[in-house]
């Protein structure tokens, strides 16, 4: 979780040690380290006192599987999901039991199921974590295989400890149903926090830096449309089979639905940031916008915090104040400078679109207060359609699938790590596949970065484990360590990974040293072993079928283009019919979002790939470009009404123009060299009116200037060509 240091926030009356204690249980990673704690130390502490460590320590790593492996889900879907996976984990150790001492049976077999459990990635993330929990039990099996002191010892112990943290977590899912909502509902609160007070600093920085903001917006919007993803996908598995919804789920619902039309009028543009300071010509004015920014931005983070906690949220008087205080401020500054329309409208609707977002704060005090009932009718959230299996299957067996390439380069890096480990006869060299199953990630970008801080990490976790076993030799010691770094891992997983690599390397190290009845501790083997294994990874992603971010480019920009013309043909038909938040409006609002994130992640990945220079340059262009696209959108869509503005301006066209790039960039034909669409006049004394077809124009000048850079992807040159093609 990622909290925002703002003095404002915390209630004056609470004394620092009882905040502090409230933050720290409220952190979703510290309260699934604490149950994982919980966990093991009820497995490891009687193992001691009883003599019987290896065995214990035994169960502790089939529970550290079981933890890695849970997913999201509601009770019921929990417990299915823990017999399922108990069944797998079950399977699997039996099979490394049973076969890895004839290493040219075990060999390809390991690599086919390699393969199948990453294919299992493509039926939702709850087949996938299966998949990925499978593959790291049965390397578990293989490192401990050499202490097994019968056929049976591995595959019941690390099952029963599995089992014990999945029953133990079921548990407490059943006392707290909702916890996990809550604490991803307020991650939504706290990025759409993050991004207003992002965005506040337009009002006060100079022109030089305002295309680093447009880009670090882009980059909190990821985290912000992530965090409202991840949120509709838990309320969908908890709607899923009731009947009829509770209080709290409808009230949570609510708040998700709040938040998404928050971050439409927060993600909006009223008017060229770059142009503000030069045309306004008044600072009080636009330090009076920045303060109400930052304002919302922290009662954001503060409403954020109330769901995290589950109290009743406080909204100030102050917003009101500052927003009144503002439009007085504007009338006046209008009145000594005469503003021109075009100027004043914009103004006035950003003003409006700020109270807009008081209003909704509103709305959530009393929702928080309970003193909203939950809506009567189900909401209905959007849910990607059920594929047929075969067509699904066939087109995951296809080179141009992402999960298909990731799946290949596993299995060979596999092969060859276990190739290693059979011609050196390395009987604990199976943390050279431990290492692989981290390190190698679908892209070359995500490899590269698990490699450096894998590599970092698993350094020091072994020079930290040479003083301390050598200091604590006795085994409660050891398992005191163990235990300790087991919690600090899963509390920094998400947010330092290099440290949190740290002391799962020392965990693991301790835990086999352990399992080994308190054998001499060998360092150099383990380090070797990393070393090795991420050097496999790396060379697996860059001469395996590397999967470039420059090869996803034009779709990535054609699915962008054609989410945005959805977007703005819904928008188009809420001025025909009237305003409405149906599902048929929110669904192409969500995916113009969703698209606009993997242009920026595009950006973000090809950065540290090796392309030339004019990839580099283009797709920063169309991530900038479709971001400020997207923006002026949000603009339309959030003062969307009954209107007839639009019929005498080219939205049709428009709509027409992105479609047809979208599908000569899927289809991979050139692009026809069109006409640029003409820019709507604001020709008016109507204020909506100025402001609709000054926002037209802005979305006509991005329109061509996407399709232009559409066009850009056939005008490579031959040199770049072939550079590419070495690149493969």
Known sequence: MIWTRAP???????????????????????????????????????????????????????????ALSEVDQDPKGRLRHLLLSLLCFFAAISGVSWLIDSPWLFGPLLVFTTFALVLLGAWGPTAGSLGFGTLLVSLYAMQGHADSPAFWYQPLLLTLGAAWYGLLSWLVLLAWPYKQVHEQLAQCYFALSRYLLEKSRFFDSPQEEHQQLRHGLAQLNIQLVNALEVTKQMLNRRIQGRDRQDAELGRLLALYLLVQEMHERATSS?????????????????????????????????????????????????????????????????????????????????????????????????????????????????????QPFWPKLKALLHPNSILFRHGVRLSLCFALGYSLIATLELERGYWILLTILFVCQPSFSATRKRLAQRTLGTIGGLLAGIPLLYLFPSAGAQIGILLLCNFIFFTQVKVYYSWAVGFVTLFVLLAFNLQGSGQEPVFLPRLLDTLAGCALAFVAVWFIWPDWQRRHLPRLMADAMAANAAYLAAIARQFEQGRSDELDYRLPRKQAHLADNQLALAWQNIRVEPVP??????????????????????????????????????????????????????????????????VAVADSDDEWVILTRQLLGHITLLVNDLYQLARGFREQTPAEDAATARLG
Not at 43 to 64: E, F, H, N, S
Request: proline share 6%; aromatic share 10%; glycine share 4%.
């Open 8 to 66: 404002t926030l915390v209630k004056r009356n609470m004394s620092p040690a009882i905040i502090w204690l409230r933050r720290v249980f409220t952190d979703s990673h510290f309260f699934f380290a604490l149950k994982v704690l919980l966990a093991m130390s009820s497995l490891l502490l009687p193992g001691w006192w009883l003599g019987q460590i290896p065995a214990a320590v035994t169960l502790a790593l089939g529970a550290m599987a079981g």
């Open 613 to 678: 220079k004019h990839w580099l340059n283009l797709c920063f262009d169309i991530a900038y470009r479709n971001h400020a696209l997207l923006s002026y959108l949000s603009t339309l869509g959030a003062h969307r009404m009954h209107s007839q503005v639009l019929a005498d301006t080219p939205v049709q066209e428009l709509v027409t123009r992105l479609e047809a790039a979208a599908k000569a960039l899927r289809s991979g034909e050139e692009l026809p060299a069109y006409t640029p669409l003409p």
């Open 270 to 386: 009223h008017y060229s940031y770059q142009q503000l300071n030069r045309d306004l010509h008044q600072a009080d004015v636009l330090a009076g916008y920045q303060t109400l920014l930052v304002e919302l931005g922290e009662a954001c983070y503060r409403l954020g915090y109330a769901i995290l906690t589950h109290n009743a949220y406080r909204h100030g008087k102050r917003i009101a104040w500052e927003l009144s205080a503002l439009q007085d401020q504007l009338d006046y500054s209008h009145l000594k400078r005469h503003y021109p329309r075009t100027l004043l409208s914009p103004m006035k609707f950003l003003t409006r679109n700020m109270e807009h977002l008081h209003r909704a704060l509103v709305r959530a005090e009393a929702l928080t207060r309970r003193q909203t009932p939950p809506e009567a009718a189900p909401i209905e959230l959007a849910r990607p359609p059920r």
